[in-house]
């Protein structure tokens, strides 16, 4: 099975950006593995971010983008709020099968 | 407002059976996939399969083949997760997603499901 990994820790000041990254095991990740990003603040649910590599949902703030960079899929936050401490996941479709990220915990400090 | 609603939070003893459920609301339900996640305390977020209620096709991700049942009634709008006889590692929160196939988006998330197993 495809094993997919992501930064364990990033940290970013406020009012700066950042970009998460998302790998696969099989090579390089491209818009076929359907890239969807995820954000998880403690004690909650996840919520969905961005699918299809590059696509907002509807309450998806306009300082989160998506984009396929070196190889690997990105979520890159800009103007980041304290509000946007939080674990990030990727799940991309490889294999014949979805997969999770093992997440990024984004400090904001 | 589009939602899946998810069931209570369950108690249960090593060898049990348990189902739980996730009932979408709001939207056709059989348009769209669910798909189940796991999460183990503290750690991160496992895929563990996906049905689409309008004709039950169902995926497992391979960790999970054989360990636990995803099953839909389509005329209730209710996807279920089951396992015929629980294990203490089974315990963890357990969240339903919905999906949609044209886009590969996945969008509206349950609010979990608690399973504690005692040994």
């Known amino acids: 099975q495809t094993v997919v990994t992501q930064e364990p820790s990033l940290t970013v000041s406020p009012g700066g950006t950042v970009t998460l990254t998302c790998a696969s095991s099989t090579g390089a990740v491209t818009s076929g593995d359907y890239p969807n990003w995820f954000q998880q603040k403690p004690g909650q649910a996840p919520r969905a971010l961005i699918y299809?590599?590059?696509n907002k949902h509807s309450w998806t703030p306009a300082r989160f983008s998506g984009s396929l960079l070196g190889g690997k899929a990105a979520l890159t936050l800009s103007g980041v709020q304290p509000e946007d401490e939080a674990e990030y996941y990727c799940?991309?479709?490889?294999?014949?099968?979805?997969?999770f990220g093992g997440g990024t915990k984004l400090t904001v400090l | 407002e589009v939602q899946l609603v998810q069931s209570g939070a369950e108690v249960k003893k090593s060898g049990e059976f348990l189902k739980i459920s996730c009932k979408g609301s709001?939207?056709?339900?059989?348009?769209?996939?669910i798909g189940w996640v796991r999460q183990m305390p503290g750690k991160g977020l496992e895929w563990m399969g996906i049905?689409?209620?309008?004709?039950?096709?169902?995926r497992y991700s391979p960790s999970f083949q054989g360990q636990v049942t995803i099953s839909a009634d389509k005329s209730i709008s209710i996807a279920y997760l089951q396992w015929s006889s629980l294990k203490a590692s089974d315990t963890a929160m357990y969240y339903c997603v919905r999906g949609e196939g044209a886009t590969n988006a996945f969008d509206i998330w349950g609010r979990g499901t608690m399973v504690t197993v005692s040994s």
């Open positions: 049905i689409h209620p309008a004709d039950s096709d169902t």
């Open positions: 299809g590599t590059i």
């Open positions: 799940l991309l479709f490889s294999g014949g099968a979805w997969v």
């Open positions: 709001g939207y056709s339900f059989t348009s769209y996939w």
